[in-house]
């Protein structure tokens, strides 16, 4: 009989996670009987309690808004990453007991865009400065960008941004949300701000020729602005995507296996109908 293994994906609220159709499909792929993976509905002031209960067979947690800080603080030990941004979505069992935060949003964002065609010192331009804007400045470090703005409704939600991009080397400006369009010439351009905010600017952009998009959002699809992007040529990256870039290194840490990532990728397009870039 298979060993029992488990893992979930944790946040509040937690009903709509994609996550256990990703892992789910790929455990079936990759023959791993014995795992299940499932949906923990946890505020982030829950988080302690809810990991110092669980058994053996857990092998790590996914974790989501609003948990990715105190993700962070329960860990006896984190990537360099995680530390840099402050924040984890990966928490993983170690033999001994003890877990380990990573942070697979930043590996999965520089996937996602170098397989769009982002090379090495493109600038960067962020809209919104909240959580995946921080994945983003740490995207920025590893793919060396030459110059990262971030544009943002309020200019002290950027100050919070700089002691990340000072730990990263990352070389950012601000830039106010009334210029936004101005921002958006960019030669890779990344949207993180929540629905409807950024859909003004899809008709006041010009695009730079072979400019990549990536919008963090994928419910509904296409946004204004990432359907502005196609119509200019320009390779366009969805949230679908990275949900997908970031659940295979977790696939990978929590169970030892190589992901496969076809099987993962065609489960979630069953269920969305789409919205990749491949």
């Known amino acids: 009989m298979a060993l029992r293994r488990r893992a979930a994906v944790v946040g509040k609220p937690i009903a709509h996670s994609l996550s256990p159709v990703i892992h789910t499909a790929g455990y079936t792929a990759s023959g791993l009987a014995g795992w299940s993976y499932t949906r923990i509905e946890c505020a982030a002031a829950e988080l302690p309690d809810l990991v110092a209960g669980l058994g053996p067979e857990w092998a790590g947690l996914s974790v989501t808004m609003p948990g990715k800080e105190a993700a962070l603080a329960v860990a006896a030990d984190a990537s360099p990453v995680a530390v840099a941004v402050g924040a984890a979505n990966t928490l993983v069992r170690r033999p001994d007991g003890s877990w380990y935060a990573d942070n697979t949003d930043v590996g999965g964002m520089v996937r996602v865009l170098t397989d769009a065609g982002v090379s090495a010192g493109a600038s960067m331009t962020v809209l919104g400065a909240g959580g995946t804007?921080?994945?983003?400045?740490?995207?920025?470090?590893?793919?060396?960008?030459?110059?990262?703005?971030?544009?943002?409704?309020?200019?002290?939600?950027?100050?919070?941004?700089?002691?990340?991009?000072?730990?990263?080397?990352?070389?950012?400006?601000?830039?106010?949300?009334?210029?936004?369009?101005?921002?958006?010439?960019?030669?890779?351009?990344?949207?993180?701000?929540?629905?409807?905010?950024?859909?003004?600017?899809?008709?006041?952009?010009?695009?730079?020729?072979?400019?990549v998009f990536f919008d963090a959002l994928y419910d509904?699809?296409?946004?204004?602005?990432?359907?502005?992007?196609?119509?200019?040529?320009?390779?366009?990256?969805?949230?679908?995507?990275l949900l997908l870039a970031q659940a295979v290194g977790q696939f990978e840490q929590f169970t030892g296996v190589a992901a496969p990532v076809e099987a993962m990728r065609t489960a979630l397009r069953r269920v969305t109908g789409g919205a990749f870039l491949s």
Request: charged share 20%; hydrophobic share 55%.
């Open 220 to 241: 509904p699809w296409p946004t204004p602005l990432a359907a502005s992007a196609r119509a200019a040529g320009l390779r366009v990256v969805s949230g679908l995507d």
């Open 133 to 211: 804007a921080r994945a983003a400045l740490a995207a920025a470090a590893r793919l060396a960008s030459s110059s990262v703005t971030v544009v943002a409704r309020r200019a002290e939600a950027v100050d919070d941004l700089r002691p990340v991009a000072e730990a990263l080397d990352v070389p950012l400006s601000a830039g106010a949300w009334a210029d936004a369009p101005r921002h958006l010439a960019a030669e890779v351009v990344l949207s993180t701000v929540p629905k409807g905010v950024a859909d003004p600017l899809a008709d006041a952009v010009t695009w730079s020729p072979g400019a």
